[in-house]
């Protein structure tokens, strides 16, 4: 297999070691498609910090991230984690769902605060209020508060007195009932700077000033991080002279559309931002992973704006004492994965489905079938709005190799089993076992196939499909996606247990046919699908040894770094 990298994993790996030792933080702090993001630190549950997400219609969605030194971090829960929490909205828009989170703590409570948005079917989405008094456990997140939210993107904010109020975009702000949903009057505090979409509001106190940070421009490559502060809550609110305070705009760094930032503080009493941002470049084409999770430090002198430092991929920052020990079960980001579907185990919890899936499709050692995952075919995984069998990760490192061995027999024509690059139901890459007619034989044969659907921002035609006949092979089949550049993904197939000497390969296929286009919000996702092709076919996929392997991570501009 072609690795980059014999130096990516040793002299760079030196170099990453002397990073960390000079104080050097790398972005993206959690890499893939972690938008969005809202973090606070919780000295009371030992010092960690925690950040929520967003996750639109991936399900289990709104995942909680902790760490105790924003460099490892662990998966501590879903708050949307079962579907009787979600407020049964149904939509076609693929970047429709669960939009910005922001997450507060508050006298022993985890708060998590959100919005459905919809395409317009359904007239007035909720506003969504979960909470917790423990992150770290599913279960632990009770069904939300609904409340009729005048807007996306909410944000908490407890007064001095203990009142708790909402923001919505457009600073639109009033108290909340935390039991009941209800809100008071609505106030709007400040049109921002006069840049489109002004949203993702948040509230802070400091020195005796309500300061109001927004985000300004659009999530795209005018994004920007702008501020106004006041001496009362609901204003007047009157804009820095400085902004904006955070933003790659007219740069040709490689993070673009930096914004939608958070402020906290750690132990020290330090300020960091968190902020979303693409590895896309000025040019803002390829970037699969979509806008990921960035920190960057700031200064907050007393009685000013805070400076921030602009976002890099390596950047000098504040010195927290390194750990790994953070709590909970959930999966440590950077881990590869190895998952056999053991009997009596669960599906692991990074693993993700677009919205519900049908819970009859999906079973852990079937009888008969120890060690693997079977699939149930839906009838479709590219239109729609019932249940998909599709099951996914996050791509999480430019480059990485993903593989899965398919035992699949089908026998109606059309049906079809594989692994796919998944970023909506209208845009993935899938490389499947397919029964096509076979005009060699006159009767149907199982085939591989690599098939494009939608284009993205490749800028020409959907790539024609690749058909191989498959090899007279016995057994599960080994299918690989590797990106070995950040440019391109290779498709490949090998017996169960060859070699690289036994590989098909399908084809190379560009990264932007799975960047922006119908998913402008969300990021590649890589997995296991099963599908009837809008046909008949019932026949059950079987997955096993499902493999997940980060090799390098590209900070700028033809910098790579091995992964983390």
């Not at 289990?60 to 030194?69: L, V």
């Not at 840049?195 to 920007?224: C, F, M, Q, S």
């Not at 960035?294 to 907050?300: L, S, Y």
């Not at 059950?540 to 091995?562: C, E, H, K, M």
């Given at each position: 297999?072609?690795?980059?990298?014999?130096?990516?994993?040793?002299?760079?790996?030196?170099?990453?070691?002397?990073?960390?030792?000079?104080?050097?933080?790398?972005?993206?702090?959690?890499?893939?498609?972690?938008s969005d993001p809202s973090c606070i630190f919780v000295p009371e549950w030992d010092d960690t910090f925690f950040c929520a997400t967003s996750t639109f219609l991936v399900t289990p969605g709104m995942?909680?991230?902790?760490?105790?030194?924003?460099?490892?971090?662990?998966?501590?829960?879903?708050?949307?984690?079962?579907?009787?929490?979600w407020p049964h909205y149904n939509t076609t828009g693929q970047s429709d769902g669960i939009f910005a989170i922001t997450l507060r703590f508050h006298e022993g409570v985890f708060y998590a605060i959100?919005?459905?948005?919809?395409?317009?079917?359904?007239?007035?989405?909720?506003?969504?209020l979960f909470k917790t008094t423990d992150p770290?456990?599913?279960?632990?997140?009770?069904?939300?508060?609904?409340?009729q939210s005048p807007n996306i993107d909410p944000d908490l904010f407890w007064d001095d007195d203990g009142v708790p109020y909402m923001t919505a975009a457009q600073s639109?702000?009033?108290?909340?009932?935390?039991?009941?949903?209800?809100?008071?009057?609505?106030?709007?505090?400040?049109?921002?700077?006069?840049?489109?979409?002004?949203?993702?509001?948040?509230?802070?106190?400091?020195?005796?000033?309500?300061?109001?940070?927004?985000?300004?421009?659009?999530?795209e490559v005018n994004h920007t991080v702008t501020m106004a502060r006041s001496r009362n809550i609901t204003g007047t609110y009157i804009g820095f002279d400085g902004n904006p305070v955070l933003t790659n705009k007219d740069t040709d760094e490689y993070f673009q559309t930096v914004g939608h930032a958070d402020l906290f503080q750690d132990a020290a009493g330090d300020w960091?931002?968190?902020?979303?941002?693409?590895?896309?470049?000025?040019?803002?084409?390829?970037?699969?992973?979509?806008?990921?999770m960035v920190i960057t430090p700031a200064t907050w002198t007393k009685g000013e704006f805070p400076v921030m430092s602009p976002v890099r991929g390596s950047e000098s920052a504040w010195k927290l004492p390194m750990s790994e020990d953070v709590s909970g079960t959930g999966s440590i980001y950077g881990t590869p994965d190895v998952f056999d579907f053991a009997p009596g185990s669960a599906i692991p919890s990074n693993l993700l489905?677009?919205?519900?899936?049908?819970?009859?499709?999906?079973?852990v050692s079937s009888p008969g079938h120890p060690n693997t995952l079977r699939i149930r075919p839906s009838p479709d995984i590219n239109s729609g709005i019932n249940p998909i069998s599709l099951i996914t990760r996050l791509q999480t490192d430019t480059l990485f190799e993903f593989s899965i061995d398919v035992a699949f027999e089908p026998i109606d024509l059309n049906e079809e089993a594989g692994a796919t690059v998944f970023l909506t139901q209208a845009q993935h890459i899938d490389l499947g076992i397919v029964l096509l007619s076979d005009n060699a034989s006159n009767s149907p044969t199982p085939h591989l196939r690599l098939r494009t659907t939608g284009s993205g921002n490749l800028g020409t035609a959907t790539p024609p499909p690749v058909i191989h006949s498959i090899p007279t092979w016995r057994g599960p089949?080994?299918?690989?996606?590797?990106?070995?550049?950040?440019?391109?993904?290779?498709?490949?197939?090998?017996?169960?247990?060859?070699?690289?000497?036994?590989?098909?390969?399908?084809?190379?296929?560009?990264?932007t046919i799975v960047s922006g286009g119908t998913g402008p919000f969300t990021g590649a996702l890589v997995g296991a699908y099963a599908t009837a092709n809008n046909g008949t076919g019932t026949t059950l996929a079987y997955i096993s040894r499902w493999r997940y392997t980060g090799i390098a991570q590209q900070i700028d501009n033809n910098t790579f770094v091995p992964s983390w």
């Amino acid at each position: 297999m072609v690795r980059l990298l014999p130096y990516l994993l040793g002299v760079l790996a030196a170099a990453l070691l002397a990073a960390a030792a000079n104080n050097t933080h790398l972005n993206p702090t959690i890499p893939g498609w972690h938008s969005d993001p809202s973090c606070i630190f919780v000295p009371e549950w030992d010092d960690t910090f925690f950040c929520a997400t967003s996750t639109f219609l991936v399900t289990p969605g709104m995942p909680i991230h902790a760490s105790k030194d924003l460099v490892h971090w662990r998966l501590a829960s879903h708050a949307l984690n079962r579907q009787t929490q979600w407020p049964h909205y149904n939509t076609t828009g693929q970047s429709d769902g669960i939009f910005a989170i922001t997450l507060r703590f508050h006298e022993g409570v985890f708060y998590a605060i959100t919005f459905f948005a919809s395409d317009g079917s359904n007239p007035l989405p909720p506003g969504l209020l979960f909470k917790t008094t423990d992150p770290f456990d599913d279960a632990a997140w009770g069904d939300p508060v609904l409340f009729q939210s005048p807007n996306i993107d909410p944000d908490l904010f407890w007064d001095d007195d203990g009142v708790p109020y909402m923001t919505a975009a457009q600073s639109i702000i009033s108290t909340i009932d935390l039991e009941t949903g209800a809100l008071g009057p609505a106030t709007q505090l400040w049109n921002g700077t006069g840049e489109r979409n002004p949203e993702g509001p948040h509230i802070y106190k400091k020195d005796g000033w309500y300061y109001l940070l927004i985000a300004e421009g659009g999530t795209e490559v005018n994004h920007t991080v702008t501020m106004a502060r006041s001496r009362n809550i609901t204003g007047t609110y009157i804009g820095f002279d400085g902004n904006p305070v955070l933003t790659n705009k007219d740069t040709d760094e490689y993070f673009q559309t930096v914004g939608h930032a958070d402020l906290f503080q750690d132990a020290a009493g330090d300020w960091w931002v968190s902020a979303l941002a693409t590895r896309s470049g000025p040019e803002w084409t390829n970037y699969p992973m979509g806008r990921e999770m960035v920190i960057t430090p700031a200064t907050w002198t007393k009685g000013e704006f805070p400076v921030m430092s602009p976002v890099r991929g390596s950047e000098s920052a504040w010195k927290l004492p390194m750990s790994e020990d953070v709590s909970g079960t959930g999966s440590i980001y950077g881990t590869p994965d190895v998952f056999d579907f053991a009997p009596g185990s669960a599906i692991p919890s990074n693993l993700l489905f677009w919205r519900w899936p049908d819970a009859n499709s999906f079973t852990v050692s079937s009888p008969g079938h120890p060690n693997t995952l079977r699939i149930r075919p839906s009838p479709d995984i590219n239109s729609g709005i019932n249940p998909i069998s599709l099951i996914t990760r996050l791509q999480t490192d430019t480059l990485f190799e993903f593989s899965i061995d398919v035992a699949f027999e089908p026998i109606d024509l059309n049906e079809e089993a594989g692994a796919t690059v998944f970023l909506t139901q209208a845009q993935h890459i899938d490389l499947g076992i397919v029964l096509l007619s076979d005009n060699a034989s006159n009767s149907p044969t199982p085939h591989l196939r690599l098939r494009t659907t939608g284009s993205g921002n490749l800028g020409t035609a959907t790539p024609p499909p690749v058909i191989h006949s498959i090899p007279t092979w016995r057994g599960p089949v080994t299918l690989t996606i590797r990106a070995n550049n950040d440019t391109h993904y290779t498709f490949s197939a090998t017996p169960q247990g060859g070699t690289v000497h036994d590989d098909v390969v399908l084809g190379s296929l560009p990264a932007t046919i799975v960047s922006g286009g119908t998913g402008p919000f969300t990021g590649a996702l890589v997995g296991a699908y099963a599908t009837a092709n809008n046909g008949t076919g019932t026949t059950l996929a079987y997955i096993s040894r499902w493999r997940y392997t980060g090799i390098a991570q590209q900070i700028d501009n033809n910098t790579f770094v091995p992964s983390w």
